[in-house]
């Protein structure tokens, strides 16, 4: 043991002084020659003769030397770090090719690396839960009214929990508007509500305090817990925090505890939660999102199958209008993130691969090419006695070099990529802000490196093994060919590129197409120069009739500041997922009780003018539709397309709730264009409108202001102040184009689209940069050929045409090889398209002829170069 | 080379250099392999430059030290001597041989027949 630590350290130290030590061997053999010499002299030979006697009982200095350099040395390191200065050298010699090569695959390095990290963040990475897999969603269904993913009642879920047996527990939550008095006014603020059992359901403690207990939820009690971001925000971390009292929707609220930095649940986050019983009297009223732990053991299916036979017999036991409900499981991380972005970032993170295969294939050719250049370095080094493992750890080391080289570049591109997609990416993608550089991140940045190094090495490795090793005749001339297996190779990698390169290209496509048709979908209103302004009541206005009166004052103001054109008030523009209700309506036949899933809003008379909405029938509503008038309300299209089928609604009656509910009717006096207000992917819901004078009306409402100033921001202050002179204690909770809310909607797509471009034209790019390459390299080798040719009477244009027709024919094979996969991996993604077909033959047809384009262009300079070939010259043996 | 000289027996030259430097006390390299060849009887085939890389090995494992010095004819030369270390690996090297060596010679000595 003690003499293999000897032996170790001996060996380092020899690393460190190698030369002098070869120094010293060399001084030391040298006496050794000049004593024996001495002695053979004194024998009575010659100093000549005796000096060749020394030599002949020494044996062979060099011999001795390398032995000895061996022995001091660890062989395996000696060696590669004579590789490794060799690698270095030989790049050097080539900046061309180094640089080229480094650039591509450092690029391409980056690019996937950063793929990696949104993909590990937003799909990969276990959501911040005790067992999260465990977790599950529970929906209400209705297919008949095409509701999916709809929220449900308490009553239901105390239903569900009492039946079923698949479960833990069920819990429940949502975002509710809260509003929290402050030293300097009111303001809003992120408030949700949940089932005192969330926490113990998640898994999740708090992090200073307690959970809530369900007797504080049974007796509204009123406690709260804050976000750490609050506590940071509002109390620097301090542990006083706890017992400290805040005035939540007018309400002095203890708070109970502190949740984990982070805490957030299926897109509700906020800042502060308040408890909310979990076994309601009565059926129906607001509606919940519901998170259930699945017991061990117990699969989604078999969670599934159980709940399908609970809805059965559910519907059963209730009455006609509330039946025809299913509910849905789905698991927690298949919410969190949908089914599309998921498949979005599949297909990006494939792509972003692509670009990776050719990138690797373009300086895979390319040391091919160069490969072939060295055949002759190749088979003199094998003449010297190296064999072929030599040979090919030495072609190793080299693209090793050349890997480590371009993924510290690109893991340099890649940490500069990642803080551009956290600030550029869109809000909508969840766990967008978990992206981050960390160890998995370099982890994938060094196995993409070393993978690309191997790749990239292998290839010429492969051919310099099967390459006869002694020059021959032909290779040392001027007619190199470069071995027609390498030959084989790289056009096989060009045809590769092309394919892969208009598998994305069509890709990028038929997303751009989709895009293009998303933002020309006609939204049913004008959002181009409108402002959007939230405003809520102070809780000290807890009659109803007092907030209408304070909207419409406010409305008034509002309409009198320069710059004003029109403003209108609805009580949520953008409602994200509405409920599904019971309504009644009176037709031809008499009255029908239906349930549909429309929205009901609360307007103003101007709003249709404000947001340009345009009015198919009828009248919209007027100052004389008051509270003491007869209730009248609007339709859109699709509510009376959906409850009046080709009958005119003007005139008609309905009321929510069912026929003798008692509930008031509703005279329609008229019908406006379909308006997308849940995106313009999606189509338009029946709407149903009431006259904000009309109605109870809600905390907080929005205004829209169009306006003729084209300095949208600038008005804000006006605006602000506006509202200001009616009441200071309104909240604003914010004024913002029309047209940035909407851009929120497509942010997603527009990520998509831009990312998927991007790499596709990358592709394009290097697939041309190899097809460049192999056709100049192609020509480089037979400039004899070709000066043969040309010899015997063909044309230039005959040659021309001869370079061009072989990079076509290579790039169309690849074309076509391409368009296959495109057409398949279209249907694949066709979820991901707008309006446009997987098989678009315009997209198809654009991309071939863009290929086409490229593929002749990067020939041309080549097939040029060729048809200049100067046939004496090329000729001329030399 | 004269054909009836035997080769260093595989693994024996370390040896008889670490007996050599007990023997005569720190030598240079040069003399190391004229005392071995000497005391063979210029039995052996002894290429001298394989000398070096064993002297090497065993400075590499620390059973002898070097140090440049002066030759008896005045040359700079690395002198080798036996460590402490050396010593001891010598007295149980040789007890290996002794048993070694007496095991072969026993079987070199069975008389036919037996």
Known sequence: ?878 | MTPDKSDVLYGTLGLMVVKTLEALGPLHGYRIARRIEQISGNQLALNQGTLYPALLKLEQMGWISSRWGTSETGRRVKVYALTRAGRKQLAREEAQWQRAAGIVERFLKIPEGS
Not at chain 1, 143 to 155: D, Q, T, V, Y
Not at chain 1, 266 to 292: E, S, Y
Not at chain 1, 366 to 375: D, W
Not at chain 1, 720 to 740: C, F, Y
């Open chain 1, 1 to 878: 043991m003690i003499t293999r630590l000897r032996i170790f350290l001996f060996r380092l130290r020899a690393l460190v002084r190698a030369r002098q030590m070869d120094r010293d061997l060399e001084d030391e053999i040298g006496s050794h020659l000049a004593e024996a010499a001495e002695e053979y002299i004194r024998q009575g030979l010659s100093p000549e003769e005796a000096r060749r006697a020394a030599r002949r009982s020494f044996g062979g200095v060099p011999q001795t030397q390398e032995i000895c350099r061996q022995v001091r040395s660890f062989a395996w390191l000696e060696e590669l770090s004579r590789d490794l200065r060799y690698a270095l050298r030989t790049l050097r010699k080539n900046p061309a090719f180094t640089v080229t090569a480094a650039a591509t695959l450092a690029l391409a390095i980056g690019a996937n690396t950063v793929m990696f990290s949104v993909v590990d963040a937003v799909l990969l990475r276990p959501l911040p839960y005790r067992a999260p897999e465990e977790l599950a969603m529970l929906w209400t269904e209705d297919p008949a009214i095409n509701l999916r993913e709809g929220r449900s009642a308490l009553w239901d879920v105390a239903q569900w929990r009492e039946r079923s047996e698949s479960f833990v527990d069920i819990a429940t939550f949502d975002s509710v508007s809260t509003l929290l008095t402050g030293a300097d006014g009111v303001e809003q603020a992120d408030g949700a509500s949940m089932s005192p059992n969330l926490l113990s359901v998640l898994g999740v403690q708090p992090i200073l305090g307690r959970a809530f207990s369900t007797d504080e939820a049974g007796q509204r009690q009123a406690v709260i817990l804050i976000s750490h971001r609050f506590w940071q925000a509002r109390f620097g971390g301090a542990p006083d925090a706890l017992g400290a009292t805040l005035i939540v929707n007018g309400l002095p609220s203890q708070i109970v505890g502190v949740l984990p930095a982070g805490f957030a649940i299926a897109g509700v986050d906020a800042d502060l939660w308040r408890p909310h019983p979990a076994r309601p009297a009565v059926r129906g009223g607001q509606t919940w999102f519901v998170v259930a732990r699945l017991r061990p053991g117990v699969s989604d299916g078999h969670a599934q199958t159980e709940m399908s036979a609970i809805a059965r017999r559910l519907d059963d036991e209730l009455p006609a209008e509330a039946r025809n409900q299913g509910i849905a499981v789905v698991p927690l991380s298949l919410y969190v993130v949908g089914p599309q972005p998921r498949l979005a970032l599949w297909l990006l993170g494939a792509a972003v691969f692509c670009v990776f295969l050719i990138a690797a294939a373009n300086v895979t050719s390319l040391s091919l090419a160069r490969g072939a250049a060295r055949a002759r370095e190749m088979a003199v080094r094998a003449a010297l006695g190296a064999n072929a493992g030599r040979l090919v750890r030495q072609l190793l080391t080299e693209s090793l070099v050349l890997a480590v080289l371009s993924g510290s570049i690109g893991t340099l591109l890649a940490v500069w990529g990642i803080r551009l997609v956290r600030a550029f990416g869109p809000a909508t993608l969840p766990r967008l802000n978990e992206v981050s550089v960390d160890l998995r991140v370099l982890g994938c940045a060094i196995a993409i490196a070393l993978l690309s190094g191997i790749v990239v090495g292998l290839a010429p490795a492969m051919t310099a093994l099967r390459r006869d090793l002694r020059p021959s005749g032909e290779e040392s001339g001027r007619t190199v060919s470069g071995g027609s297996s390498s030959r084989r190779m790289r056009r096989s990698l060009v045809v590769a590129e092309f394919a892969l390169a208009i598998v994305l290209l069509v890709g990028a496509g038929l997303l751009v197409r989709s895009w293009w048709h998303v933002i020309n979908v006609d939204v049913g209103f004008d959002s181009e120069r409108v402002l959007l302004m939230g405003i809520s009541t102070p809780p000290a206005l807890t009659v109803p009739a007092e907030r209408t009166a304070l909207y419409l004052r406010v409305l008034e103001e509002v309409q009198a500041v320069p710059g004003v054109e029109r403003a209108g008030i609805i009580d949520d523009l953008f409602t994200g997922n509405p409920r599904e209700r019971v309504i009644t309506v009176e037709r031809n036949d008499g009255a029908v009780t239906e349930r549909a899933r429309l929205t009901s809003d609360e307007v103003s008379p101007d709003f249709f003018a404000a947001m340009g909405t345009p009015l198919l029938r009828g009248r919209v509503f007027s100052a004389t539709d008051r509270i003491d008038a007869p209730l009248v309300a609007i339709v859109n299209e699709a509510m009376a397309r959906r409850s009046w089928p080709r009958q005119d609604p003007v005139g008609r009656r309905f009321t929510f709730g069912a026929r003798d509910a008692g509930a008031p009717w509703f005279t329609v006096v008229g019908v406006v264009g379909d308006m997308r207000r849940q995106g313009p992917e999606r189509t338009a819901l029946p709407q149903v409108f009431v006259s904000l004078a009309q109605s109870p009306a809600s905390r907080s409402v929005n205004l829209l202001i169009r306006t003729s100033s084209d300095d949208l921001l600038g008005m804000g202050d006006a605006l602000r102040e506006a509202v200001r002179r009616v009441d200071r204690n309104a909240p604003i909770v914010g004024v913002a184009p029309l047209e940035q809310q909407l851009g929120t909607y497509v942010a997603q797509r527009r990520f998509q689209t831009s990312l998927l471009t991007g790499f596709s034209l990358v592709a394009l790019l290097m697939a041309a940069v190899g097809v460049y390459g192999l056709i100049q390299y192609s020509i480089a080798t037979r400039t004899r050929e070709i000066g043969l040719r040309m010899a015997i009477g063909a044309q230039r244009a005959d040659i021309f045409r001869m370079v061009v027709g072989e990079g076509l024919a290579l790039s169309v094979t690849g074309a076509v090889i391409g368009l296959a996969g495109a057409w398949w991996l279209g249907r694949a993604g066709s979820s991901l398209l707008f309006g446009v077909a997987a098989g678009d033959p315009l997209t198809f047809a654009t991309v071939l002829l863009l290929l086409i384009a490229v593929a002749a262009a990067a020939c041309y300079v080549p097939a040029r170069r060729a048809m200049n070939v100067d046939p004496i010259r090329a000729l001329r043996v030399t």
